[in-house]
């Protein structure tokens, strides 16, 4: 997969793309990845990249031509990559959009900055993601989360795909709970259940935990997980 990235300011990334997971899969050729800054593509020698909005008001808003320069920049001798605008505006970004990002051979993450992007800019973005209902100073932290999401979801960027699957939301679900050493710390003690080797006591532990605390901290996930017969009783069970 490559991941190209829109930015104003480049210099935010090289902590995320050469740390933990993003950079292993990189060193394994899972992913590549180019940081393109947008000033380049302004027009001026000045490489002015904002103006003040029309109408008035607080802000500067980046300008439309440097964005459409960099963006047709990236389908020269190529195809189109796929244009993800990061957004407030935008769909909410869950696990299954990442399984959907994770499927293209070529993604573009345009990051907006300052008071928002001219709105023209929206007729060259294929899509467009947000990261919660809060405002962030610039897409470049969202553009982190995606890249992170995406990433740790390629195959052999972790060398055991059967954790990322069972993560979180993977199956509709909050993750059980986990321990590790010491079996004892400051008077609180592994539960029994995960020292006895029992490996089908263990799942069942854990799948009833999952939908414990799924029910507890979001009991809006568990309208749309599938849920089997089995799972019924294991809420049910005190
Ligand atoms: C300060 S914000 C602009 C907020 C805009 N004026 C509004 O109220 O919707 C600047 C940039 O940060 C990014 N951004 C801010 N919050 C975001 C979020 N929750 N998800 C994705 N991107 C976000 C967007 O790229 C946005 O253009």
Same mark, same amino acid.
Not at 57 to 71: D, L, Q, S, T, Y
Not at 208 to 213: S, T
């Given at each position: 997969?490559?991941? +190209?990235?829109? +930015?104003?300011? @480049?210099?935010?990334?090289?902590?995320?793309?050469?740390?933990?997971i993003v950079a292993q899969a990189r060193k394994k050729g899972a992913v590549e990845f180019a940081l393109v800054n947008i000033r380049d593509f302004a027009l001026?020698?000045?490489?002015?990249?904002?103006?003040?909005? =029309?109408? /008035?008001?607080?802000?500067?808003?980046?300008?439309? &031509?440097?964005?459409?320069?960099?963006?047709?920049?990236?389908?020269?001798?190529?195809?189109?990559?796929?244009?993800?605008?990061?957004?407030?505006?935008?769909?909410? =970004?869950?696990?299954?959009?990442?399984?959907?990002?994770?499927?293209?051979?070529?993604?573009?993450?345009?990051? /907006?900055? =300052?008071?928002?992007?001219?709105?023209?800019?929206? +007729?060259?973005?294929?899509?467009?993601?947000?990261? /919660?209902? =809060?405002?962030?100073?610039?897409?470049?932290?969202?553009?982190?989360?995606?890249?992170?999401?995406?990433?740790?979801?390629? @195959?052999?960027?972790?060398?055991?795909? &059967?954790?990322?699957?069972?993560?979180?939301? &993977?199956?509709?679900?909050?993750?059980h709970p986990h321990y590790t050493r010491p079996e004892t710390f400051e008077g609180m003690t592994v539960p029994e259940v995960l020292r006895s080797g029992n490996?089908?006591?263990?799942?069942?532990?854990?799948?009833?935990?999952?939908?414990?605390?799924?029910?507890?901290?979001?009991?809006?996930?568990?309208? +749309?997980?599938?849920?089997?017969?089995?799972?019924?009783?294991?809420?049910? &069970?005190?």
């Open positions: 997969m490559r991941i +190209t990235v829109l +930015t104003l300011f @480049p210099e935010m990334f090289p902590g995320v793309l050469e740390s933990s001026d020698k000045h490489q002015v990249a904002d103006d003040a909005p =029309y109408g /008035g008001g607080p802000g500067m808003i980046m300008k439309p &031509e440097p964005i459409f320069r960099a963006v047709r920049s990236l389908a020269e001798g190529g195809s189109r990559p796929k244009v993800v605008l990061l957004s407030p505006r935008g769909r909410r =970004y869950d696990q299954r959009a990442a399984r959907q990002l994770a499927r293209e051979a070529h993604i573009a993450l345009l990051c /907006g900055h =300052y008071k928002d992007i001219d709105e023209r800019v929206r +007729t060259i973005v294929d899509d467009d993601i947000s990261v /919660g209902d =809060y405002i962030l100073s610039g897409g470049e932290v969202a553009a982190m989360a995606v890249i992170d999401s995406v990433v740790r979801l390629l @195959p052999g960027a972790i060398s055991d795909p &059967e954790s990322a699957d069972r993560d979180s939301f &993977e199956n509709g679900l909050l993750d490996h089908a006591q263990i799942a069942r532990w854990r799948r009833r935990q999952a939908l414990r605390i799924t029910r507890q901290q979001r009991p809006d996930l568990l309208q +749309t997980a599938e849920l089997s017969g089995q799972d019924l009783e294991l809420l049910d &069970e005190e």
